[in-house]
């Protein structure tokens, strides 16, 4: 799964331990099972937040335990990567906290970007995720996480910013979402349900009313994490300072869970929005990234009409066989051919060793061969020739009697194809027949006939 040469990473920035889990927990979880590389990045120690589950400190100030807390989360998320920029907790707007010489909310935008887009240069993360400009309840080391990142974004990029490492392009920044209407709805039933509400006791009008939340019409994103509930709850329950065992996080009714946890939502900010659904939403953090899917790529590949060879080779005087329609010329001068192997294939190891090969091309009436040579069962050295009628040439490797045509070749080198080897061989000897070949197109083989002459009334068409 990758873009480029890299592999697909999601990077996500959160202002204090605990945010990752409740922000962006499913989506790290599940991007870590899809075998996405994930990276967290946490701006502050937490400092000022409160021993709200009451749990004996011991010896070690709360600061200490949250760093504990936090390994243990990222740790049941199977979170890759772990990075902090190592500022102090501001605590609450209008807190003395704020003026900590050390508080998140004092330091300068560029100097902290520059520390996370150095970070970003060094994971190169494809999705970065962050507060939005709001923080998300206006906590000023939110809002402050949300600068930091833009900003972050764009300095990782600039060739000509004083950030260590290589200049990478974020393809899709985006921020954190909570939709007033699904809000509303949990508040109302909380109360229905005799439970506490994020937004107490009073009896809210409409969303509009609550005092934080997303605009509906604002959300691009919506990720299914309901799989990963468990996991998500396990990390919570990670930060046992600040979530009890009692604590709504841990403890939503049933009935509630879903509508409240089951999807993580985001609004995309820079980048291009990959495909919706019916309901106009991005399901995908890397829609649009992920590159061409393999089963759409091989039904295009399979509608061009190729023919078919019975690949064939001889080590220590032992003949190999495999089917291959992967194969075309290259030169003329020299003469040379490829095909390309499948790495995991034993005709890999076997041609390497035997440093020659045959291709028959095979006559339309020989679908039984390819079929012989494509049966994984088809066991391996002389059993494979049993009842076929072939001579050594001028390599020794096989050739086949009754073909369309042959080349045979000694290997001229080897090159890294993805799962696949090309093999370029070097033409040393050739022959051609009348015989018309066997053709291949959409997974059914078949022959050849001329396509219509533009002059020529009669609809005649290539077959399968």
């Not at 998140?104 to 993360?125: M, N």
């Not at 107490?200 to 959300?219: K, N, R």
């Not at 309901?279 to 953090?285: H, I, N, Q, V």
């Not at 080349?407 to 018309?436: F, K, M, N, P, Y």
Request: aromatic share 6%; proline share 5%; net charge negative.
């Amino acid at each position: 799964m990758t873009t480029s040469a890299h592999p697909l990473t999601l990077l996500c920035v959160h202002p204090h331990p605990d945010d990752e889990s409740i922000a962006c927990g499913g989506v790290l979880a599940r991007a870590a099972d899809e075998g996405i590389r994930t990276v967290v990045v946490t701006c502050t120690g937490g400092e000022e937040g409160e021993n709200l589950a009451r749990i004996d400190l011991g010896d070690r100030d709360l600061a200490d335990h949250r760093r504990r807390e936090l390994a243990d989360a990222l740790a049941a998320l199977g979170v890759a990567s772990h990075h902090t920029l190592g500022y102090r907790d501001s605590g609450m707007a209008g807190e003395p906290s704020n003026g900590h010489v050390d508080s998140f909310v004092r330091v300068d935008v560029e100097v902290a970007a520059a520390a996370l887009a150095a970070i970003i240069r060094a994971e190169r993360p494809q999705v970065v995720v962050s507060d939005g400009a709001d923080g998300t309840y206006g906590h000023p080391d939110h809002v402050k996480a949300n600068r930091v990142t833009v900003r972050a974004v764009e300095l990782a990029s600039d060739v000509h910013a004083d950030v260590p490492g290589e200049p990478w392009h974020v393809a899709k920044r985006y921020v954190t979402a909570l939709a007033r209407r699904r809000l509303f709805e949990l508040h109302q039933g909380l109360l229905a349900a005799g439970l506490p509400s994020p937004f107490g006791d009073d009896d809210v009008a409409d969303p509009s009313a609550l005092s934080f939340g997303t605009d509906d019409a604002a959300v691009t994103t919506e990720i299914d994490v309901q799989a990963w509930l468990p996991r998500k709850r396990a990390a919570l329950a990670c930060h046992r300072s600040q979530i009890s065992a009692d604590s709504f996080f841990l403890n939503t009714p049933p009935e509630l869970e879903v509508d409240a946890f089951a999807v993580e939502q985001f609004v995309l900010e820079v980048g291009e929005l990959g495909d919706v659904d019916a309901d106009g939403y991005e399901r995908d953090l890397f829609a649009g990234l992920r590159g061409v899917d393999p089963d759409r790529f091989k039904a295009a590949l399979g509608s061009f009409v190729t023919g078919v060879t019975a690949m064939t080779t001889l080590v220590d005087g032992v003949p190999h066989g495999m089917t291959a329609n992967a194969v075309t010329s290259v030169s003329l001068s020299p003469p040379l051919v490829l095909v390309c192997v499948g790495r995991e294939a034993s005709m890999a190891e076997h041609v390497d060793e035997g440093g020659v090969f045959a291709l028959s091309f095979l006559a339309r009436d020989q679908r039984a061969v390819s079929d012989r040579f494509a049966d994984p069962s088809r066991g391996d050295g002389h059993e494979q020739f049993d009842g076929l009628s072939w001579e050594a040439r001028t390599t020794g490797a096989p050739v086949l009697h009754g073909v369309a045509a042959w080349v045979d070749c000694r290997v001229h080198s080897v090159v890294d194809g993805g799962d696949h080897l090309i093999v370029i061989g070097e033409v040393v000897d050739v022959d051609a027949t009348d015989r018309e070949p066997l053709a291949y197109l959409r997974g059914r083989y078949g022959g050849f006939l001329p396509a219509p002459d533009a002059t020529d009334p009669e609809d005649h068409r290539a077959t399968t």
